[in-house]
Structure formats: structure tokens, C-alpha cells
């Protein structure tokens, strides 16, 4: 088995790859990369059991062949070439030979069959969708997914796909996004829910990207397929909460403001806040927005005034500072509605400008009561 | 278990005090029989000044009654602020006696006057004073009651009235009590009266020979009150500023209603004036209770305790909605009522208990 492929080339696509491989594995042949040559064809795999990705190179070879190289040491080598042809040939003894214009390194390998193979999908639904759309859906929602062991649903991004659009969802219970696109539909309905590792990588890969993604699942996997690269994961087990419910209906009170404004003085007040809770109050009478915070324990205290316009009765709500940083720092309009009910019920916040055609954002955060 | 030192408790009563305050600022109504209250067809009499009384018109009757008892009774519209701002000048007078004043409502105070700050060893005198001083200042007449504990004190204040007042001396009080009609008995309502006439007990006397287990028996938990109130023992302290535990308003319909729509209307109103009760005294509850009088007199109560504190109308609302839909209602109903308890005003000496938690809330998945 032997190879010739661009340094940098070769690096580009297993740094991409290596993001699947975890730091502590259990299992030893996770820390390699799987290299399969068929002829000109380098098929290079990484995976963590949960998520398998895998890239087709194009080399210079007339052989074939199937090992797991040592991804750490392999990439900490590449990372130090400058561009340049490097020739990989594997000996007898079980180690695989690299030669650059510098020297000669070699790699102990093991043998490709150990390394665990990609779920195939039967009979998966599909769907397409362009690389830079799944990109944004996913970056406009991970944040706002949950980190709780007992509720690992949440800890994805629901992705519900039907004949007239395309939606994403995520939520921790305190905060949610959802995310939809009326221009792009799938042929039947599905749903299922995304683990965020995955979801990670493909935003870094896809992020930018023309080239379109086929989405392919079933009741326990899914797998993306573009251009050469190929993504295979579990999807979590479980039903998403009933997310439409908690989304107020009737919400009378509407905020409109300038988004960089409002995002400037959060930041600013919430330094005062309270460290635990993160409590930000708006005050909203007339057109003017209240933004204050207060630290009681350390008598930290501090109040801005902001213009904006608004619809309804005068209300007093706390939220967390936080989450209304993220969510505003995540939309990129530049004006913002808020539209609220009561101060124990969850406000809304979309964007008024900004959007393409057929996209939707709607957040919602739900409040910090306050105690007085 | 008699207290060490032989305590001296007052208690001052005003005379009709709304009616004598509407009196009082209103001198065309002086010497006429008036009603402070609504006229209207389900109105409730709050007070009556003398000359109503004379013709049968009692507090908390209805209003169509007592218009029937006296036709000439003219109706006053209550005015608490009013009534606030008079009472608070008399428990200024009250505090030039004694730090230990414990406020029954705006017209009603308990007085501990064992250690006064006259140095005044008599309490028949310093209720003399005090009404005096109540008559100047505010042109008005009390009662007053004096004795060793505030259930005696309390039950003598209506010996004298209006205008008077009666000492019961700790060796009258055996002698006092024996003689006092049950139903006099603070604490004996319409119902218990009833029960104990059933029982033979008349006066004081009679429920003095009934045996602590016999009481026991037949008015469970409040055996051991009535054992010993009629034998003068009442060790209840006066306590300074009563310490509010909740914090209600109810309206009782025109008409009895069964559309939910129509109780959502009045629950609104409720809790509008739940809110402005709430920011007047700068509380906040967790507690929401939802009353419901039937058109049959039967009483239900819903409630709900809720993890933060809540002060605006919006939630209480919000809250009393939820109560309401809980189940359905089992007749027409003719009264609603919304009380917020669980106040943040308790637990004042647990310091830490009382630092603002703020609660940050969930989706309801």
C-alpha cells in the first residue's frame, strides 16, 4: 500500500476529521484515523462510536489497502510541512513510512479491520438542503440547547422537517430557539433530534459552504452527505417536549429597539448584577426602556435609560442577563422585538430586519421573577 | 401557670366609629340614623351609628334589611383612607401610654399598660385619660375595657358602651365571668352559642362546672380555651404591630352568577384591588387562595402556592384564573374572594430566609 498526497491537502481534511476523535477514549483504535485506498481514492474516517465522519482524498496510487494510523501523531507531523508531495508507503513491520523533502518518519499502525464500521441507514428519508442554510440553522439554535444529563433530549437540536418547511429547534427550559425555513421542505414529515457534537462539526465545515447537503434518516441515525465528506450519527432516543405550547399566544405588550443598543446596555448593567442569578430588570413606561441591575450583597447597583418603542402596559420583568446576551448577540438584525404578557411568562424575541427570504426566528427566554 | 405579675391590659373600642367619623365630618348627618355601606340590593352594613341602632341596624347586615328596619337610614360610602388617617392619630395617643399596643383593626387596640410611661399605677385612670384625650383630638368616643387580660378586657369595653368604660378588678373576675352570658364569651359565635345552650351552658357559671374532658370532647381543640377563659386565665401578650399573615378582598354579586366569563370580570377587579392593598403596605405573597360562595351558602376554597413572591394583578390573576378553571362550579355562585398569604413579611427574625431569592423560571414542559 502507497501513496502520494499533498501535505496540506491531506492536513486540511483530518484536521476536519479530528474533530470527531475525543480526547479520552476507551477504546484505542478511536484515537486513529481509518485509511482506505482504492487506488487514487484515499477514504479517511474518524469516529467516536456516536458519530462517524469520513472524507474521500484524491491521491496518486495504483494499490489498496485498509490500516488505522495514530491521528495525534499524524497531525502534530503534518501541521509542520510546508506544502510538498509526501509519500506514505507501509512497511512489513507493521509501521507505515512517510517521506517528506525532510527525512523519513515511521508510524506504527494497526490493522483497519478493529476499526469500528459506520451504521448503514436502511430505508432513510431524505432531504436537501444548501451547506451554508444547514450552517445557520444550526448556529442560530445550539446555543440555546441544555446540558442536563437527565433531560438529554434537550441537549440536541430538534430538527422537524415537513412538505411545507424545514424547522429547528433547541431549548434548556429556559431559553428556546426555533429556527424555520418556509423555501425548503422535505418529502415527508420526520423529526428527530441532533446530538451537538455533530451538529458542531458540521457547522465549522458547512458554514459559508454553496454546496448542497443530503440529509438521510431513519429512527435512530442520520447521515449528511457533501462533496467528498460524509457525516454518520445516533440521533438522541426520546420525544421532544411539546415545544408550540409554551410559546404565549396572546402577548399584548411589544417592545421594539434598536438591537446593538439594547445588547450594549445588558452587557454593561448586568456587571451589576447579582453573580448567581444574573438578574437584569426592564422597566418599560411610555418609550422608555429601564434597564437595571442590583447586587444586594455587594451593593453594586446600576440603571440605564434607553428610547425604544412600545405597545402596552407598563411592565416591570427580570430576566437573565446571559441568556439575553446570547440571544441577542445570536440574531443579526437591527432592531429587535420583545413581545411579553406577564412578568412569569416567557417573552419573545425576533428580529424586525434582516432575514432572508423564507427564514423565520423566533426566541423566547422565559423571566428571573422578582421578589418583591 | 398565673403569670408572676398581675398584668394591666385595656382594651379601647371607638363608638361606631365609621358612622361617628362620617358624623363627625359631615355635621348634617349628627343625630341621624346612617349606615356606612353600599344601598345597593346585595349591599352589607359595615357600620351604623346609634340612631340606626335603635332600630335594629346592626353591622354586617344586609342593606335591604336595614333600610326595612329603618326607613329613614341614609347611606354613607365608607371612606378608609379616612378612617385610617383618624385611627392612626388615636394609636399616637395610645403610644404616649405605652409601647405595647397591638391594633385588633382600625377602630380596636389592646393596651398593655402593667409598665406605662406615665408611671401611672392605675389603668382605670389612664383609660380615662386616653378616651379623654381621644375626645379632644379627634372629637370622637370610646369605650374601654380594663382588667388583667385582654379576653376579660375585651368583653368589658362593651359593659359601658358608648362613651363608658369597666374595670374588672383580678378579685371581681371569678365573680365577673360566673355571671357573663355565653354568648358574650369572645371567641362564642351564633353556632358554638347554640351548641353550648344545647349543653346547658348559659353563663359563665355553667361552663365553669363542665369538666376539662367533657369541653375536650365536645369542642375539640377549643376546650382547653374555653377551660380556661372562663377561670380568668388568658396568657395571650399583647403583641406590638400584629404581624399581617394575609391579604385578601372578596364581592359578593348583585345577581348570582354562572358564566366563568362573567367571574373573570370581577376576579380582574379583585385583584386589581389585591394589588393596591399589596403596594400600600409593600408586600408580596406566594400563596394565592380562590373563595367561592355558592348561591347556597356552602364555601370552597381553592389555592395554589407558588415558588416566587407575587405583588401585581396580572399574576394574581393569572394564579385565581388557573383556581378558577380547576373544577367546575358546582352551583351559581354569589360571592369570590382572592387572598394572598405566605407573605413576605414573615419570618421577620430569620434574616436570611427574607433575602430576595430571585426565581429563575421554566418552561412548563
Known sequence: MKFIVSSTYLLKQLQILGGVINNNNTLPILDNFLFELNNDELTVSASDLETTMSAKLQVESDSEGKIAVPARLLLDTLKTFPEQPLTFVVEDNNTIELSSNHGKYALAYAGGEEFPKAVSLEEPSSTKIQGDVLATAISKTIFASGNDDLRPVMSGVFFQFTPQNLTFVATDAHKLVKYSRDDISASENAEFIMPKKPLNLLKGI???????????????????????????????????????????????????????????????????????????????????????????????????????????????????????????????????????????????????????????VTMLVMPVMLNN | MEPAKQRKIIHVDMDAFYASVEQLDNPGLKGKPIAVGGSSQRGVVAAASYEARKFGVKSAMSSVIAKRNCPELIFVKPRFDRYREISNRIRNIFFEYTDLVEPLSLDEAYLDVTENKKGNPSASLIAKEIRQKILDKTGLTASAGISINKFIAKVASDYNKPNGQKTVNPEEVPEFLEALEIRKFYGVGKVTAEKMYRLGIFTGKNLKEKSREFLDEHFGKSGEYYYQVVRGIHLSEVKPSRIRKSLGAERTFEENISSEVFMLERLENISEEIERRLTKSKVAGKTVTLKIKYSDFTLQTRSKTLDYYISSKGLILETAKKLLYQEKMKNSVRLLGISLSNLNTEKPDEKEEKKEIAVQLKFDF
Open chain 1, 206 to 360: 458547512l458554514s459559508g459552504s454553496d454546496s448542497e447537503v443530503l440529509i438521510e434518516y431513519n429512527e435512530s441515525n442520520a447521515r449528511f452527505t457533501f462533496e467528498d465528506t460524509t457525516l454518520v450519527c445516533r440521533l438522541i432516543d426520546g420525544k421532544y417536549p411539546n415545544y408550540e405550547a409554551v410559546i404565549p399566544k396572546e402577548n399584548p405588550n411589544k417592545l421594539v429597539i434598536d438591537r446593538g443598543q439594547f445588547l450594549s446596555s445588558v452587557k454593561r448593567v448586568s456587571i451589576f448584577s447579582n453573580k448567581t442569578t444574573h438578574q437584569v430588570r426592564l422597566k418599560i413606561a411610555g418609550a422608555e426602556l429601564n434597564i437595571s441591575a442590583e447586587d444586594v450583597d455587594y451593593s453594586n447597583k446600576a440603571e440605564e435609560r434607553l428610547t425604544c418603542s412600545y405597545q402596552g402596559d407598563d411592565m416591570q420583568i427580570g430576566f437573565n442577563s446571559r441568556f439575553l446576551t446570547e440571544m441577542l448577540t445570536n440574531l443579526n438584525a437591527n432592531e429587535v422585538q420583545l413581545e411579553m404578557s406577564l412578568p412569569n411568562r416567557a417573552g419573545i424575541l425576533t428580529p424586525v430586519d434582516g432575514l432572508d427570504e423564507g427564514e423565520k
